[in-house]
């Protein structure tokens, strides 16, 4: 699995509510003024369907973000998006691997994004000296 860059995790102390129209949008995250993240949600018929771009990037011992390339222009289709209550679960096809995340809604308005690790990840990543990266958080474009 190609997570060695491109993982992502999460620990939120204090989740809000998302108010339906608020699902909607395009999310972000930059580094030294790099998109590094896009994440772009949309409601179809009642289902949340979208894209995610991811740029690679590194962490540090604390499992901080410490160099990041800016996010490819083509998003990766979303799919199998499900909110529970704060919690939007959702996943992406990369290359051969499907990746999980995770979108945990803060009540400053922001997000949180969380790459979903198995075992096998967590162990690649170790045997590789990549701690698993810090929360990513993302901000509604407006």
């Given at each position: 699995m190609k997570?060695?860059?491109m993982a992502v995790a999460i620990t939120a102390l204090s989740v809000g509510q998302p108010a339906s129209g608020?699902?909607?949008?395009?999310?972000t995250a930059e580094f030294?003024?790099?998109t590094f993240v896009r994440l772009d949600i949309k409601t179809v018929n009642g289902a949340i369907a979208g894209g995610l771009s991811l740029g690679n990037f590194e962490v540090d011992p604390q499992g901080v973000v410490r160099r990041?390339?800016?996010a490819p222009l083509k998003l990766?289709?979303?799919?199998n998006a499900t909110l529970k209550g704060s919690t939007l679960t959702f996943f992406r096809k990369d290359d051969r691997d499907t990746d999980q995340f995770e979108l945990h809604w803060l009540e400053n308005g922001a997000v949180d994004?969380?790459?979903i690790l198995?075992?096998?990840d967590r162990r690649q990543l170790a045997a590789n000296g990549v701690p698993v990266p810090r929360p990513i958080r993302l901000a509604m474009q407006r």
């Amino acid at each position: 699995m190609k997570v060695l860059f491109m993982a992502v995790a999460i620990t939120a102390l204090s989740v809000g509510q998302p108010a339906s129209g608020q699902i909607a949008g395009s999310w972000t995250a930059e580094f030294e003024g790099r998109t590094f993240v896009r994440l772009d949600i949309k409601t179809v018929n009642g289902a949340i369907a979208g894209g995610l771009s991811l740029g690679n990037f590194e962490v540090d011992p604390q499992g901080v973000v410490r160099r990041a390339d800016a996010a490819p222009l083509k998003l990766t289709p979303i799919f199998n998006a499900t909110l529970k209550g704060s919690t939007l679960t959702f996943f992406r096809k990369d290359d051969r691997d499907t990746d999980q995340f995770e979108l945990h809604w803060l009540e400053n308005g922001a997000v949180d994004l969380r790459f979903i690790l198995n075992d096998e990840d967590r162990r690649q990543l170790a045997a590789n000296g990549v701690p698993v990266p810090r929360p990513i958080r993302l901000a509604m474009q407006r």
